[in-house]
């Protein structure tokens, strides 16, 4: 008990030795608290704009690509402006002149052969209003030969097309002018393909496309010009089909030599399927047919054609005139020129590469059925 009550009251003294230590100990001055600094807001640091990797041409499996063009469209082609003048144009532009006018002569006859709304809109008015001499060329024919042409292939090509559901593939070999695609009655779903002088083409294009000018409704017309490296490969591409029946027309196409015939023959017997037609006129090659008679030319224009695959017959202008059957003078002045109808006998490329691919599969089945009898 009594080491408890040592022990309490030493701790008793002890605390009562400081209290009055702390008692008498002189009072420190209170200290102020220190003044607040002021408080200052910083901006963000402006971190500068992410770099942008250069452009690189991606590949076909990116995902990421470059950025498309501008693609021009028929609003951004410039519109109307005046045809070339004669003397500033080259010859194809004065051939095709030269037929719209006569065109468009005829139209305004009181018994026109043929009628064509869209000629006079390929006239400028200084043009229309010129002596029909400066339009002259030795490419062309005289008017009244003109005028009986143009009406027998109307009616050709129109009697073709409207009697028969599998040709929707019509090939016009023009001067770059010709109205048709726009004034003759189209099957629906008909491709008219124009291959014809692309400068020729092109100033029509401009003179038309204020003029209301259309193609058939659910039909197209698409061009080819006749400038192109390869006129078969042009073809392909604009999607002509080599597996369908199709209508060629000649009619105004610059054919200078027999030879650039030779190988237009031959550009449509690779494309044209088996039973297609070719119809139109020949022009006169004074390199070769100069000094035949009628039926030397016919003979060898014949085999020409035959060596191409083609079998052609030759129309007689005097019985055009009777089929007309109005009172037409024959026109004397021919030229050395040539109505033609011919068939294609052959077989196209495509026709050929449809049968080589069937053959193919043939004996590929043959191959697996004889392997499983193993």
């Known amino acids: 008990m009594q080491y408890h009550g040592l022990t309490v009251n030493g701790l008793r003294g002890t605390t009562d030795s400081f209290e009055h230590v702390t008692r008498h100990m002189p009072a420190l001055p209170r200290l102020a608290a220190p003044a607040a600094a002021p408080t200052v807001r910083r901006a963000p640091p402006t971190l500068p704009p992410p770099l942008r990797p250069p452009y690189r041409a991606c590949s076909l499996g990116s995902r990421r690509r470059p950025p498309r063009p501008h693609s021009a469209t028929a609003a951004d082609a410039p519109r109307g402006g005046p045809i070339p003048e004669p003397e500033e144009a080259d010859q194809h532009l004065l051939a095709a002149l030269r037929a719209a006018r006569i065109r468009d002569e005829e139209s305004r006859r009181s ?75 189209w099957p629906r779903l008909s491709v008219v393909y124009d291959v014809s002088p692309g400068k020729v083409f092109s100033t029509a294009t401009r003179q038309l496309r204020g003029s209301g000018a259309k ?113 037409l003078a024959t026109p004397r002045d021919q030229r050395g020129r040539l109505l033609f109808v011919a068939e294609q006998l052959r077989f196209s490329d495509a026709q050929m590469e449809s049968f080589r691919m069937h053959l193919e599969r043939i004996e590929d089945d043959a191959d697996e059925d004889g392997f499983e009898e193993l």
């Open 215 to 327: 193609v058939s409704r659910n039909c197209v017309l698409l061009h080819t010009p006749l400038e192109s490296p390869d006129l078969q490969e042009s073809l392909s591409k604009n999607g002509f089909n080599g597996n369908r029946l199709s209508l060629w027309v000649l009619q105004g196409l610059p054919l200078p030599t027999i030879t650039s015939l030779e190988n237009l023959l031959l550009v449509i017997s690779n494309l044209a399927m088996k039973g297609s037609i070719f119809i139109g006129e020949l022009p006169h090659f004074p390199d070769c047919m100069a000094s035949m008679d009628m039926g030397l030319e016919h003979e060898n224009l014949g085999k020409l054609f035959f060596t191409q695959g083609f079998q052609a017959s030759f129309v007689r202008y005097d019985d055009v005139v009777k089929d007309v059957g109005l009172d």
């Open 111 to 185: 018994d026109p052969l043929f009628i064509d709304p869209y000629a006079a809109v390929l006239l400028s008015h200084d043009v229309a209003c010129r002596d029909m001499d400066c339009l002259d060329s030795h490419a062309m024919p005289c008017q009244d030969h003109y005028r009986l042409t143009t009406r027998y292939i109307d009616d050709k090509l129109q009697n073709l097309i409207s009697n028969s559901e599998d040709i929707r593939q019509t090939v016009l070999l023009t001067d770059g002018m010709d109205t048709r695609p726009y004034r003759l009655n």
